[in-house]
């Protein structure tokens, strides 16, 4: 049973550029969250997707966007990158009408911006 | 306002000896207290869960925490720590589903043979 994947698992770009990171949720699992994590620091909370809408999200800026597939899979799309948004970038699968779902993170995309 | 607060930026222990992670939280309803953990180059694994009921929760690894709501704790131990255990550590509390979960800054643990 594949777990959470993430693609892809390194990328450099470039400030005022756009990027698509990719998240396929495990199997079984129809929500999934997404979190940025900046060197030294824990996750911080983006967004959810859940049913392909965004349930609830985080204090995070317009720039960052995101969709849900009808196959649960997600995309997280960052547009006009600044440096400070260079960081692990997680994705976290979990049954959504699951009371107290317990999240399964992938390995990340790493994101630089120079 | 709702916060985790981990003391520890770093511990180091022998392998062999005991120990103690702490993590403070500060949230308005009945909070949600996860504990997870991160190696180098990989994303973060549950240790351990709790949401009601027996305040002592037993989780994987060895790992176990107590939570303490009238000190507002959910600290991690371990009785005998590996080398493998090296890693950082995730203090986490969130609501029913795990959307809006809010993390600690972590604590990384160095384990000296």
């Known amino acids: 049973d594949a777990g959470v994947t993430q693609s892809p698992t390194h990328l450099i770009k470039t400030r005022g550029q756009q990027v698509t990171l990719r998240c396929s949720p495990k199997?079984?699992?129809?929500?999934v969250s997404w979190y940025q994590q900046a060197l030294g620091q824990g996750p911080q909370f983006i967004f959810q997707?859940?049913?392909?809408?965004?349930?609830q999200r985080g204090n995070f800026p317009d720039r960052f966007s995101g969709h849900q597939f009808p196959n649960y899979s997600s995309e997280l799309n960052v547009n006009a990158l600044w440096l400070g948004d260079s960081a692990l970038y997680l994705c976290?699968?979990?049954?959504?009408?699951?009371?107290?779902?317990?999240?399964?993170f992938g390995p990340g995309t790493r994101l630089l911006v120079l | 306002a709702q916060s985790v607060t981990q003391p520890d930026i770093h511990i180091t222990v022998s392998e062999g000896a005991s120990l103690e992670l702490r993590c403070n939280y500060s949230?308005?309803?009945?909070?949600?207290l996860f504990w997870y953990v991160q190696s180098p180059g990989q994303g973060l694994q549950l240790l351990l869960k709790?949401?009601?009921?027996?305040?002592l929760v037993q989780g994987i690894k060895g790992f176990e925490a107590e939570f303490k709501r009238s000190q507002s704790s959910f600290n991690l131990r371990k009785p005998s720590v590996h080398w493998s255990d090296a890693a950082e550590y995730f203090c986490?509390?969130?609501?029913?589903?795990?959307?809006?979960?809010?993390f600690g800054a972590g604590t990384r643990l160095f384990v000296k043979a």
């Open positions: 976290a699968s979990s049954i959504g009408s699951s009371q107290g779902g317990t999240q399964y």
């Open positions: 199997s079984g699992h129809d929500t």
């Open positions: 997707y859940y049913e392909e809408e965004e349930r």
């Open positions: 949230y308005g309803a009945t909070p949600y």
């Open positions: 709790y949401f009601s009921g027996d305040t």
């Open positions: 986490a509390v969130g609501p029913t589903g795990g959307f809006k979960t809010i």
